[in-house]
């Protein structure tokens, strides 16, 4: 058996990391979102509180984790498992500053003041790039760059078994967090491996061994379909739909098909990576490897830079939902630059290092950070959420003034996600039912309206709307037809409006009411209090705190867009 080498220096937790780790946790923790998020949150939050399965991939390994943050006694459910995410990624520091200081020391910078300087230089890329939107809202990319990270940290300062095991671990736990993400990054893996020490037919084994135990809570997805089918979304309680939902097919589907715009994406991660300081990072990195290529620790991580950096570019670029306001884009480069972070490192403390004394060291390190942190790592400013409940206060919003009873057509994801949250977990308005048109066709949303494996032909419990693909693209013919008996609202869009039932719509807050066969379809004009409700929403969406929330500009723009009012003006 060959023996594990540690040169990363130091203490797991020696006193700098602890700080460094604490630092990070503290900025993450200002700028928490102090409750449900935008997006995927809502439903990941209420996939975790109810042990079911997020969308595809389902996400077992990190639900997991976010179901025991939900035990936390602070803060709303939904606060918990954001904690998550700002702990997973002030841990991110841990591998990159082992990384850059096992680099350092085998280049001989083994002096606490340079190893010190490492350490923070190193987390300019994680402050940096969006980073901080990925530790302040509940998502599962912080927890994947860090297993990814770890793994990158095993097979480069470990050598023979321990390596092979220690990697092979933390992969199928990455696998079963964001499989995409991890199968991007094994060349990397592998090719650092090899450069690092011979490899074994043992280690081998071991590596795949440890890999298939880590993927193995994946078994959470049949396992909990059969328990909450309707809490499972994709219902994988066979092996053909485990399969889909694994390789996310339907899922993916609903993204359209529209043509690739492939030299739009790859122009998009361009700009993004030159925003972040990419390119100075990687002549950083590039430095680092023309001056240090001898040593084992920086030639594994040169080697397996490439491969890292294109697999995460393969896993954006083909992809149709590739747009500027979309945080995943963040959250995937965010992913692969952080592999530049350690070379990066390497190469600034090795220069200030040959300028003289450990002051000097030490000056330059931290003045760096700071003209770097003015230029790049206030970007990630655009991440923070401090006292924004916008995207609660749009969701229970829509439900004001609602008869108990009521019948809700949600528009987009935003909307259904939220409410998947805010009804499911916090059970408000638990009395209306919510038909979310986005995620119409799928099973687990049949199972939670209509019941377990409903009939052919069965109608939404306690009204006449029958269960119908119509109902995405034709609600309110749905609705004429069917002579619904309770009060129905949709959140509209353009097609819509210009249906011939369009005429039948009424303005409701942040909602329209159909004028229809129940006794609350009346077409009065909109109460004063509803309009002055959207008003004072929309205003505090345009508020300076809240710049930075690219997605309530979205949110807010979309229905000035819809409702066909100049830019800039309130509905």
């Known amino acids: ?329 963040l959250a995937y480069l965010f992913v692969g630059t952080a592999a530049v972070a350690p070379l990066a490192a390497i190469a600034l403390v090795g220069a200030f290092a040959r300028a003289g004394s450990p002051v000097v060291v030490r000056a330059g390190a931290v003045g760096l950070m700071i003209v770097l942190a003015l230029g790049l790592v206030l970007d990630g400013a655009s991440a923070s959420r401090t006292s924004n409940h916008l995207a609660r206060r749009f969701a229970t919003s829509q439900a004001a003034a609602l008869p108990p009873g009521s019948v809700l057509l949600t528009s987009g994801n935003d909307t259904a996600f939220l409410w998947s949250y805010l009804q499911g977990v916090e059970l408000r308005r638990a009395d209306l039912v919510l038909v979310h048109r986005v995620l119409l066709g799928h099973r687990h949303e049949r199972n939670r309206l209509l019941g377990t494996d409903p009939a052919p032909g069965t109608t939404i419990s306690g009204t006449a709307l029958p269960w119908t693909e119509s109902l995405r693209e034709h609600p309110l013919a749905v609705h004429r037809a069917a002579k619904l008996p309770r009060p129905f609202f949709i959140e509209s869009r353009e097609i819509d409006r210009d249906s011939p039932e369009g005429s039948s719509l009424v303005r409701h807050g942040l909602v329209e009411r159909v004028a229809g066969f129940d006794s609350y379809g009346q077409r009065g004009p909109e109460s004063a209090s509803l309009r002055s409700l959207r008003r004072a929403l929309f205003t505090e969406m345009q508020r300076p705190a809240f710049s930075g929330d690219a997605y309530a500009r979205l949110v807010r723009g979309y229905y000035l867009e819809i409702h066909a009012r100049r830019p800039g003006a309130l509905p």
């Open 1 to 329: 058996m060959t023996h594990s080498t540690d040169v990363a220096g130091g203490g797991f937790l020696s006193t700098d990391r602890v700080v460094l780790v604490a630092g990070l946790f503290t900025l993450a923790l200002w700028r928490c979102a102090p409750s449900v998020g935008w997006l995927d949150s809502g439903s990941l939050i209420s996939a975790a509180w109810y042990l079911g399965i997020a969308h595809p991939p389902g996400e077992p390994a990190y639900l997991s984790l976010a179901r025991i943050a939900q035990l936390l006694p602070v803060g709303d459910i939904a606060f918990r498992v954001n904690l998550l995410s700002a702990l997973a990624l002030s841990l991110c520091a841990l591998p990159v500053a082992a990384l850059a200081r096992g680099g350092l020391r085998q280049a001989g910078f083994g002096s606490p003041s340079a190893t010190a300087a490492g350490v923070v230089a190193a987390l300019l890329a994680l402050l940096g790039f969006g980073a901080q939107l990925q530790g302040v809202r509940a998502e599962l990319y912080s927890l994947t760059a860090l297993l990814l990270l770890a793994a990158l940290a095993a097979v480069v300062l470990l050598t023979g078994r321990r390596a092979s095991a220690t990697a092979g671990l933390l992969v199928g736990f990455a696998a079963a967090v964001h499989p995409l993400l991890t199968v991007a990054a094994l060349p990397a893996l592998w090719v650092a491996r090899l450069v690092r020490s011979p490899l074994r037919s043992g280690d081998v084994f071991w590596a795949l061994g440890l890999c298939l135990w880590g993927f193995s809570t994946t078994l959470w997805l049949p396992l909990r379909a059969l328990a909450v089918p309707h809490r499972a979304w994709g219902v994988p309680d066979s092996l053909e739909r485990f399969v889909d939902v694994l390789l996310a097919r339907n899922f993916a589907a609903n993204f359209g098909t529209e043509e690739l715009a492939l030299a739009d994406n790859l122009r998009l991660i361009m700009e993004e990576w030159s925003r972040a300081g990419m390119p100075l990072l990687l002549l950083c990195a590039a430095l680092a490897g023309l001056t240090w290529r001898s040593h084992p620790v920086v030639r594994a991580m040169v080697l397996a830079l490439p491969l890292w950096l294109l697999g995460n570019l393969l896993t954006m670029a083909p992809q149709n939902k590739l747009y500027e306001s979309n945080p995943d884009v």
